[in-house]
């Protein structure tokens, strides 16, 4: 959209705001052993492990090109049934849904179920958009597939693009006066928030940006919504607590708190 208006005027590019994000693989990825120790959910001596004998991206880079070495296989063996898989990756401390147990390792009993979050909305949106009358009030049709599923084979993505840093993209996008803001939510072991505030701090010093806003709490109410740092009123880095992977899933109302401050420009509350 940058390039493109270089040559013609057509995108009213205000800012973007990304979650949870992949920023530089190796950063990014290896985020996670520190993530899962110091949430309880490794040993030390797996610990170890995970960031010497074999970090994460080195496994996930092996993965992908189908050639997974032995002390790989050992050591995400290791970490698997330390974490165990009746534990969401994608938030480490939230309930999980028990008509999932089978297909997607996950459990839960009924009394686990909180009055604010349902965990099984993901089991029920799939059921709900393979209704036939649905779909037809969608005017929805099914293309390659015989049901709808969250992920399917019909796009062929590029997995070995994940190597592929965007932080330079950023890095771009804010020297050309767009602001950004990364977020995270905390909970998620997927992409650690720790990687993506390192990476965001690394951009903010190459850019010579200073900081504006101080590391410091925000909130959603009388709650405690996250943290944020900001560098030169342009970039800015921010925590949903509580939050998952998709941060708007476990925690709307902090989630819209801070999709609203960056729509209107203006930093996220300080006080209650």
Same mark, same amino acid.
């Given at each position: ?7 013609? #005027? ?7 705001? !990304? ?11 290896? @985020? $996670? ?9 490794? @040993?030390? @001596? ?7 004998? *074999?970090?994460?991206?080195?496994? &996930?880079?092996?993965?992908? +090109? ?6 790989? /296989? $050992? ?15 994608? =938030? ?7 008509? /999932? &147990?089978? @297909?997607? /390792? #996950? ?7 909180? =009055?604010?979050?349902?965990? *099984?909305?993901? =089991? ?16 929805? $049709? ?8 969250? *992920? ?33 939510? =905390? ?5 650690? !928030? ?59 109302? +902090? ?10 420009? +203006?930093? !996220?509350?300080?006080?209650?």
């Amino acid at each position: 959209m940058h390039q493109f208006n270089k040559k013609e #005027k057509l995108f009213n590019l205000k800012g973007i705001a !990304l979650g949870n994000p992949v920023l530089e693989f190796a950063t990014d990825f290896n @985020s $996670r052993a520190e993530f899962f120790w110091s949430h309880g959910l490794i @040993s030390d @001596s797996t610990y170890k492990l995970f960031t010497t004998s *074999c970090n994460y991206s080195r496994y &996930v880079s092996e993965y992908y +090109r189908g050639n997974v070495s032995p002390i790989c /296989s $050992r050591v995400m063996g290791q970490v698997s049934t330390e974490t165990s898989r009746f534990v969401d990756k994608y =938030d480490v401390t939230l309930d999980v849904c028990i008509s /999932s &147990v089978l @297909s997607q /390792s #996950k459990i839960l009993t009924t009394e686990q179920v909180g =009055d604010t979050i349902d965990v *099984c909305v993901e =089991d029920e949106t799939v059921n709900y958009l393979n209704r036939q009358d649905v779909q037809k009030a969608l005017h929805a $049709r099914l293309v390659g597939v015989h049901k709808w599923a969250v *992920c399917s084979s019909v796009l062929d993505y590029e997995l070995l693009d994940l190597e592929i840093p965007t932080i330079t993209i950023v890095g771009r996008l804010v020297k050309a006066g767009i602001p950004v803001m990364v977020y995270s939510g =905390d909970q998620d072991s997927v992409i650690p !928030l720790t990687g993506s505030r390192k990476l965001v701090n690394q951009l903010a010093e190459e850019l010579g940006l200073k900081t504006t806003v101080p590391y410091r709490v925000w909130f959603e109410g009388q709650q405690v919504g996250g943290w944020t740092q900001a560098y030169g009123n342009i970039l800015s880095f921010a925590t949903i607590r509580g939050a998952s992977h998709e941060a708007p899933f476990s925690q709307p109302e +902090r989630s819209l708190v801070l999709f609203k401050a960056f729509l209107e420009g +203006r930093p !996220l509350p300080e006080a209650f």
